[in-house]
């Protein structure tokens, strides 16, 4: 047996620790926040916990932890085959999308992992930011359209769930009919309820039909460049590849407008720059990536070997859960909470190290949020709440952290050349 199969039988492996903490629950959606300064309080820097299901598991919430975990991946590996829980972890598992091995970048290490991450980089350098920017105010305009007569609306459902989905067709070069089913499946897999394995499936057979596609009509875009990268991706890569690219630009890119629209509309610091609207958009964007950062917690890596981190002993195999938000909240390395963020890009929001997101990901993640952003506000310069802000409901995942809605009302206008 290898080092990446799975035993046949459990071993001891991560502990259920007497005093382990349930990583799931109704205190997420309330105020995760004070939830991960408890945790801090009681166990330190990295805590015993169970994911669903009563699987034990360690979260990494400390800022420096995180840092050295995401430093190293010879010690803190990325292949799930490594995961001494395996024989505990039924096949319908909810989770499973998160941590199933897929032959994809995502789980790939060393040589392997550089040479799939370098063809993803290459391909995403080569979208033209401006070009990207523009095609983004077109599609922000043209979803305002189809609600600005109305004076209300659910920012989430009609705007900042779509908008990213259909940018990112644009680079990948995706029919438009695609969109609908992959946005829908897209959501249910991210939240990690019922019917996400089914989901994840669909975006699969998505993105198979469209590597087949270019394979016909190649074009311009990031699946043509894929395809042709000399690193010579086979059919398989090439599909998981795309498959990881959408879901983790889509849902995040959607939480990251709605939080940022969600902050402005509630913090006096904004609203006054509403009518404005473009002078704090960067700003609130960076302090949603330090605040409310979209995704909160990550599975994760796995302990190649015995080692200590944070006061606790990690064995081979332990699954170690990424605390992306917590950390950016660490007391030690952010002694003042309401110290100002602007300009600090030191949060751990796109993660660290090799498996980080891959650049540009994050330059044209933020092009397409903050295009988004300021042509809502130079449209509807007068948008308001529709609710209190305690009011709005939070997505109910502990993965990501995301308005479940966002309704606002503004002064109804007509579309220009409607008739």
Not at 302 to 308: G, M
Not at 361 to 376: F, G, K
Request: with cysteine; glycine share 8%.
């Amino acid at each position: 047996m290898t080092d990446l199969e799975p035993s046949s039988v459990p071993t001891a492996g991560c502990p259920v620790h007497p005093d382990a903490l349930p990583l799931y629950g109704s205190r997420f959606l309330r105020n995760p926040a004070e939830l991960y300064r408890e945790m801090r309080q009681e166990h330190g820097p990295v805590v015993p916990v169970l994911i669903e299901g009563d699987i034990p598991a360690w979260f990494v919430i400390g800022y420096r932890e995180l840092h050295h975990v995401l430093s190293n991946p010879d010690v803190f590996a990325r292949d799930c085959r490594r995961w001494n829980q395996w024989p505990n972890i039924p096949p319908d598992w909810p989770l499973m999308p998160f941590v199933g091995y897929q032959p994809s970048t995502l789980f790939a290490e060393g040589d392997e992992h550089r040479r799939r991450a370098g063809a993803l980089s290459d391909g995403l350098f080569a979208v033209d930011q401006f070009d990207l920017r523009m095609q983004c105010e077109k599609i922000a305009d043209d979803l305002i359209d189809t609600f600005v007569e109305a004076g209300e609306v659910d920012l989430m459902a009609e705007f900042a769930h779509p908008l990213p989905l259909l940018a990112v067709a644009k680079i990948f070069g995706l029919p438009e009919p695609e969109t609908p089913g992959l946005l829908r499946d897209m959501m249910t897999t991210v939240n990690g309820g019922e019917g996400a394995l089914d989901a994840k499936q669909g975006i699969d057979a998505a993105m198979r039909r469209l590597v087949a596609h270019k394979g016909e009509q190649p074009g311009s875009d990031f699946t043509t460049r894929l395809l042709n990268n000399p690193v010579g991706l086979t059919e398989e890569e090439l599909i998981q590849d795309l498959v990881l690219v959408i879901t983790a630009a889509q849902q995040p890119m959607a939480y990251w407008i709605g939080n940022t629209i969600r902050l402005m509309l509630t913090d006096d610091r904004f609203s006054v720059n509403l009518a404005g609207g473009r002078r704090s958009v960067g700003q609130a964007l960076n302090e949603v990536l330090w605040e409310d950062t979209p995704t909160q917690n990550y599975l994760g890596r796995w302990a190649a070997r015995p080692i200590e981190l944070g006061g606790q002993q990690i064995k081979a195999g332990d699954l170690l859960v990424l605390g992306l938000a917590a950390a950016n909240s660490d007391p030690q390395v952010r002694p003042d909470p309401e110290s100002a963020t602007a300009g600090n890009q030191a949060m751990l929001s796109f993660s660290h190290g090799e498996h980080r997101c891959p650049y540009p990901a994050p330059e044209l993640a933020e092009v397409i949020c903050r295009a988004a952003v300021e042509v809502l506000l130079d449209r509807l310069p007068d948008v308001l709440l529709a609710v209190k802000p305690d009011e709005l409901e939070w997505s109910p995942s502990v993965w990501m952290r995301g308005l479940v809605s966002l309704p606002v009302t503004f002064a109804p206008s007509y579309v220009a050349g409607g008739g």
